[in-house]
C-alpha cells in the first residue's frame, strides 16, 4: 500500500465518513465495461468543484490491489451491479496528484513522478526489475511478473 503505487483507500474512506457524501459509484459500472477493451483510456474532465479528485479517490478504493474496499461500497449503487466484485481491488493502480509535484519540482517534475513511483514498486518488488530504465519498461515488467494490469489515475493534470 503505497501513496502513488496500489494506494489505500483512505481519501474514499473520508468521503464516505463526510456528511455530504453523494453516491457517484455508476461511474464504475461505466469504467468496468470498458475495461480490456480498445476504449479504456479515458479523460474526465470538468469545471473545477464537480469533484474530480474525488473520483479520483472512489477509482482508487474500488481498483487498487493495496486495500480491502469491500465494506466501503457495499451499500453503494456498483454494489447492485452483477460484476461488483470481479474488478474490485484486482489491480496495480497508479495515482498522481500532479499539484502535489507541482508544488515543489517545477523544474524537473516527470523524473520526481518517475522517481516515486519507481521507490514505491521497489518496496513490492525489490530486485526484480531493473529501475534504471524508462518508466515504460519498469511498468511491462511489474505486469509481466504479477499479470495484473494497471490503473493508471492522473489528478489535477492541469495546474502545469
Known sequence: MGVYFNPSNESYTRARNSQIFVDKTCLIEYLNKRLS???????????????????AGMIDAYYSLGCDSTKLFE??????????KKYM??????????????????DNIVEKIVEYICDEIREVYEDKIDYSKMIHSVLMNVYRISNIPFVIIIDEWDCV
Open 75 to 84: 451499500d453503494t449503487k456498483i454494489a447492485e451491479s452483477p460484476d461488483f
Open 89 to 106: 481491488n484486482q489491480y496495480n493502480v497508479i495515482h498522481l496528484d500532479i499539484s502535489s509535484f507541482w508544488d515543489f519540482y517545477k
Open 37 to 55: 477493451t480498445e476504449e479504456n483510456c479515458i479523460a474526465l474532465s470538468h469545471a473545477r468543484r464537480f469533484g474530480k479528485s474525488h473520483a
